[in-house]
C-alpha cells in the first residue's frame, strides 16, 4: 500500500468494533481489561478455512 491509498491522521476515525456475548450484541470498547484480552486470543471461524481443514480422527 502507498501513501496515495491511505488517509491523513487527521481524516481517520476510529472503528467501533462490536461482537456477539451471551446472546446480545456489544461494543469491544465496553468491554472490561480481562475480556479484551480474551477478545484478542479469540479464533475466528471461515467457511474457507473449515472446508480446507482435514475432518476429525477423533
Keep these: 500500500m502507498t501513501n496515495i491509498d491511505t488517509l491523513p491522521t487527521e481524516q481517520r476515525q476510529r472503528c467501533e468494533v462490536w461482537t456477539r456475548v451471551m446472546g446480545y450484541h456489544r461494543p469491544v470498547s465496553q468491554y ?24 476429525d480422527t477423533k
Design 32 to 55: 472490561n481489561v480481562g475480556k479484551r484480552a480474551e477478545h484478542r486470543e479469540r479464533h475466528h471461524f471461515t467457511e474457507r478455512a473449515a472446508a480446507l481443514a482435514p475432518p
